[in-house]
């Protein structure tokens, strides 16, 4: 029997009964179906599917939409054809999609209409538009690209049809159970005709997700008989609570259907608003069957689950919780209401054996019992049909009293995982789950990776979490045993439970080696798309909680907020807490701070007052204590007369002489001609960090053997457009040699003088040159390489002494120096024409200076400090900048003019923007957590994302996406239409830009976390390097010929360390380190490397062969 035929029978018997509702919850009337409109449509789909497609044995259709009314038509409709079916969740990350549409070799995918655009934006490269619309089923077919098949897996496909392997390869990873596999006679092909029913995969939240592959013969016992033990009539109304990559979907939508019930389903956003949900459960719809996770239906909260959900009055006649561990005895007992009759059920089973594999109804005296003892377990039940279930201890040996691993199958519920093709009848799968059998009875323990050694004892942090929960002043919570080493429970408190009173209980009913190391309240708990504990999120919301202290005690006077205010300034800046009083003028960033620092007394700050401050971030950026100490008392004591005791500081604005305040200023040229009338060209090749580069040469990028290979380049009309930023993957040969044989003298006596720490490697890093610019240097360097006098090149960076210097690339010999009116992080950026350099300010003006002079040729003015470096358009010559003023502007540095300004609309604009020319974007990043995507010409916002965190790194693209990290830990990527392609996590807030190796697809960035990462393009791991400190540069990845011709990384941590990495592998090739912080990012030009310092200098140093590798 198969799951389309349960469910013709039923529409036999009540076509005209409802099948399915779908209600949007917005008011309008639910749209309603009958059996027969069910089947019907069905048929029409089947119709459609076996003219289009060419069926095979094993034939898979992918089905890319969202639940609604027509959902049971189309899972039917493919199901007849016959083929099995396999759900795309739109909602969930790219990559993981892709991975799966990839492994499973799908030849045709049904994209519901509504979602048509975001398909083909996200995986058009992957299937082709066929413009087959099936009339009134509102879907449309998809066939995969001949050119984006598998060949290897179609090439094995055909081997395995003429071998037919006795057992499958997988016997370690999927630990079958060796004695059923030797008595098993028969063997159960993945390819037989009409096997398989529906193709699911697993979270991959411990590695690759396991694609499962599910036969009829595995799920159909379990529909039938879970359809019996909850007696399910047509009068019943289930609900489908689990999305359809989750397999408990599947009993709910045929446990239904095969019953003449009604279906209901409702939008994924209601499912997230327990309000509303409750509303459309209990009262609009009256549900009698409801299977959830235990998780999912606490959201619901503890009043509304009793007044309600569980109440006397109630419409739900089963509850059948699932996927997780089910609640203790009071738990359950707090949670009905009296005289509630509601049947419970515990579930038990893993997606490898789909779906469930036991059930236990829980007597209906244990609920009017008076034992209230805080260990009362739910066993996991009895095996439902055709289920064999099994608990092993470690040898492998079945035990019948005491703790063991739990194995599940049976002679049919058998599921193909990845690439399983044969498996015997029988075969047993290994859970990870641990249970006690006692009396005959299984009681669940706990996960594998839940049970934890702690004080030398053992402990599963699941008995933790039971017994908080038995503790009624408890909502929910969950344990998290952080990176190994702390054990902290999360807590969703009910009414007003204290901290230290649940902590106080918790010692009281638990051995010493069981307490919490730590406790936290929080607001509700983090789900995943399944209903299930969201770990990674609790482990980032614990990151967060370690990044500021906590401050329990309520602020009740503007005294207190001023002195804790002093409290963290001194701290953040190291200075000796017995020290004066700050002076109220003084300023968090001009003190000693960092963007590191800042950061961490914008979370102090907020923690302290226990609430978001809007715009806090800019003013700590642009103000002094004292406008930051207004700021952050407006917020936490509004009804308060805000005044100091000195006067108000308003908030920082450029004036003229007059006194009035002007928001953009226009500045006559200092020298005696005017940028308009320059006259020459310099052809260069300008590189800066994160291996931005820019030619306006052809014959130097492609000279013979050493030519600069440039990327993605556009193919225009326009010679300069013809060029764009990209990565440096192989420096200029004939500079680089001619280089090594210049200045020999001063580059030796320079290594003499100085003790760079240098380490064994393949590489060796030596100084030199360096250059003292008088304070700290944080900006990143530009290097110029004009064609006609390559030995010329020149290096631009200034310092926070307000100086900006002009260094001889290979002599270290400053051409010019030019002192501005404040400090400068702001990296370099060079014109068009080679004859201007720019660059941003703290005191809000961008300057633009003749490169060989260092003459002020132009100022303009924004409304705030400059700390962002400029870009330059190729294709029109326009200089692009960002502003502590919110805005970013568009300047003609040629007319003298403002092209067009655009407030970013989330805060100040930090990092610098990247100018993308196909297509022609300017991607911006906020401290308000925004990427915004930007019409360079006409600068208008294009699309924008919100991150939701502070971005300080820039954002960095190449022809297909565009990545930006972010403080909240994660580098996302993005396409070029707004969509997010996938993000990937670490463990620390990212300050680090991108920096991508587009001939290589691969992006490198650093972390707070102490971590440098290598990614492909689809967001997965390839390798990463620990480093000594936090990572705030940006890497450099570059290929010399002079270097053994690898291609290499050059990153550095904000101790001064140095590494050279194999880019491949993240192999050490050499090390080094300079005597002071690096905040500044490297660039690489031939062998030469060169970084900005906070010992004040910048240095260059020569990257070379060690003479023992030469040797060897």
Same mark, same amino acid.
């Given at each position: ?733 004939t500079i680089a040699s001619n280089a090594n044989t210049t200045e020999t ?186 990427? @915004? ?5 006409? $600068?208008?916002? =294009? /699309? ?5 965190? &502070? !971005? *300080? ?17 994660? @580098? ?5 239409? $707004?969509?997010? =392609? /996938? ?5 620390? &807030? !990212? *300050?680090s830009s991108p920096c991508l190796s587009s001939s290589a697809g691969e ?110």
């Open positions: 029997m198969t799951l389309q035929q349960i469910v013709q029978t039923a529409a036999n018997l009540y076509p005209e009964r409802r099948a399915v509702c779908f209600d949007d919850c917005n008011n309008t009337v639910p749209a309603v179906y009958t059996y027969k409109t069910v089947i019907t449509l069905a048929t029409e789909l089947t119709d459609f599917l076996r003219g289009k497609c060419n069926p095979t044995a094993d034939f898979v259709i992918g089905l890319y939409c969202c639940p609604g009314i027509n959902l049971p038509s189309w899972i039917i409709g493919i199901l007849q054809v016959p083929a099995a079916y396999s759900p795309i969740d739109p909602d969930a990350l790219p990559t993981l999609s892709t991975y799966v549409m990839k492994k499973c070799n799908f030849k045709y995918v049904l994209v519901e209409k509504g979602k048509l655009d975001k398909f083909k934006v996200i995986f058009g490269h992957l299937f082709c538009h066929n413009f087959c619309e099936i009339q009134n089923v509102g879907l449309i077919l998809f066939e995969r690209n001949q050119s984006s098949i598998d060949v290897n897996l179609l090439i094995s496909h055909e081997k395995e049809q003429n071998e037919r392997p006795a057992v499958t390869s997988c016997w370690e990873e999927n630990t079958l159970d060796q004695n059923e596999t030797k008595q098993s006679k028969e063997l159960l092909d993945v390819r037989s005709q009409y096997l398989l029913a529906y193709v699911l995969h697993t979270s991959g939240t411990t590695g690759s997700p396991k694609i499962v592959r599910v036969p009829h013969r595995c799920i159909v016992p379990n529909i039938l008989h879970l359809q019996d033990l909850f007696q399910i009539t047509p009068d019943d109304v289930v609900f489908m609570a689990s999305p359809l990559t989750f397999d408990p979907s599947v009993v709910e939508l045929f446990v239904t259907l095969a019953s003449g019930a009604s279906l209901l389903i409702v939008p994924q956003l209601i499912k997230m608003m327990p309000q509303e949900l409750s509303e459309a459960l209990f009262q609009h719809h009256r549900v009698s069957v409801l299977q959830a996770t235990p998780t999912l239906l606490r959201r619901f909260g503890i009043q509304r689950i009793k007044s309600t959900v569980l109440s006397a009055s109630t419409s739900l006649r089963v509850l059948a919780l699932g996927g997780e561990a089910f609640p203790g005895l009071n738990v359950l007992r707090s949670w009905k209401g009296k005289g509630n009759k509601t049947q419970v059920f515990n579930l038990y089973g893993i997606t490898e054996v789909s779906c469930w594999a036991t059930c236990y109804k829980i007597p209906e005296a244990l609920f009017g019992s008076d034992d209230h003892r805080f260990d009362s377990p739910v066993p996991l039940g009895t095996p439902l049909s055709g289920t064999r279930v099994e608990v092993k201890n470690s040898s492998g040996s079945a035990i019948l009293d005491g703790e063991g691993q739990v194995f599940i199958g049976g002679e049919e519920r058998v599921c193909f995982l990845d690439g399983e093709v044969a498996l015997p009848g029988a075969t047993m799968r290994a859970t990870g789950d641990f249970v006690r059998v006692k009396d005959a009875e299984m009681f669940y323990l706990g996960r594998k990776d839940n049970q934890i050694k702690r004080h030398g004892k053992k402990l599963n942090i699941e008995y933790v979490q039971q017994l908080a929960e038995d503790i009624c002043q408890v909502e929910a919570c969950t344990g998290l045993w952080f990176q190994q080493e702390k054990l902290i429970l999360f807590v969703v408190p009910k009414g007003g439970l204290k901290r230290e009173a649940l902590f106080r209980k918790l010692q009281e009913c638990l051995p010493s080696y069981a307490v919490p190391d730590e406790l936290l309240l929080i607001d509700a708990l983090p789900l995943t798309s399944h209903g299930k504990i969201d770990v990674s999120e609790l482990s980032k919301i614990y990151s967060c909680h370690l990044n500021s202290r906590s401050h329990e005690s309520k602020l009740n006077k503007r005294e207190e907020l001023w002195e804790r205010l002093q409290w963290f300034w001194k701290s953040l800046l190291n200075l000796p807490d017995d020290s004066s009083i700050i002076a109220e003028d003084s300023r968090f960033l001009n003190s000693g701070g960092d963007s590191l620092k800042l950061l961490r007394l914008h979370e102090e700050i907020e923690n302290l007052v226990g609430r978001a401050i809007p715009g806090l971030l800019e003013v700590i950026l642009s103000s002094s204590i004292a406008e930051v100490y207004t700021h952050v008392l407006k917020t936490a004591f509004p009804s308060e007369e805000q005044e100091l005791s000195c006067n108000s500081f308003a908030k920082r604005k450029r004036r003229d002489s007059s006194g009035e305040e002007q928001s953009i200023k226009y500045v006559e040229p200092k020298g005696e001609c005017s940028l308009k009338c320059e006259a020459h060209t310099v052809r260069f090749v300008a590189i800066s960090r994160g291996n931005r580069l820019l030619s306006t040469d052809e014959h130097l990028k492609n000279q013979r053997g050493a030519g600069i290979q440039q990327s993605e380049l556009m193919h225009s009309s326009l010679a300069l457009s013809e060029h764009r930023e990209s990565e440096v993957l192989k420096s200029n040969e003298d001063s580059v030796q006596q320079t290594h003499l003088k100085e003790n760079f720490g240098r380490t064994a490697g393949k590489l060796t890093l030596d100084v030199r040159w360096k250059s003292d610019l008088g304070k700290c240097v944080d900006a990143s360097p530009l290097v110029v390489i004009p064609v006609i006098d390559q030995l010329s090149a020149s290096v631009y960076i200034g310092s926070h002494s307000h100086a900006i210097q002009a260094i001889d690339l290979y002599s270290g010999k400053v051409k010019w120096e030019r002192c501005l009116a404040d400090r400068i992080e702001s990296s370099a950026c060079v014109s068009m024409c080679g004859n201007f350099i720019i660059v941003g300010c703290y005191n809000g003006l961008v300057y633009v200076l003749r490169s060989s002079s260092g003459e002020i040729q132009w100022e303009f003015v924004a409304e705030d400090a400059v700390k962002s470096s400029a870009v330059m358009d190729p294709s029109t010559g326009l200089v692009f900048v960002g502003s502590h003023d919110q805005h970013i502007y568009a300047l003609d540095i040629y007319k003298e003019e403002c092209v067009w300004k655009l407030h970013s609309g989330a805060g100040a604009v930090f990092s610098s923007p990247y100018l993308n020319l196909l297509p022609h974007h300017l991607y911006v990043a906020t401290l308000g957590g925004l990427l @915004l995507a930007v019409n360079p010409v006409m $600068g208008r916002p =294009v /699309w924008k994302s919100i991150c939701g965190k &502070p !971005i *300080f790194s820039s954002p960095h693209c190449n022809k297909d996406c565009v990545c930006v990290g972010c403080v909240d830990g994660n @580098l996302y990527c993005f396409s070029h239409f $707004g969509e997010k =392609v /996938w993000q990937f996590s670490t463990n620390g &807030p !990212i *300050f992006v490198f960035f650093g972390s707070h976390d102490h971590f440098t990462y290598c990614c492909n393009m689809e967001g997965n791991l390839m390798w990463k390097f620990k480093t000594t400190s936090t990572v705030y540069a940006t890497p450099f990845v570059f290929h010399s010929c002079d270097l053994e011709n690898e291609t290499l990384l050059a990153i550095i941590s904000t101790d001064g360390r140095i590494w050279i990495l194999n880019a491949k592998t993240g192999m050490v090739e050499g090390s080094g380190k300079l005597p002071g912080e690096v905040f500044s990012s490297p660039v690489v030009w031939g062998t030469k490397l060169v970084v900005g310092c906070r010992n004040n200098y910048v240095y260059c140093l020569d990257l070379c062969i060690a003479k023992n590798s030469k040797t060897a």
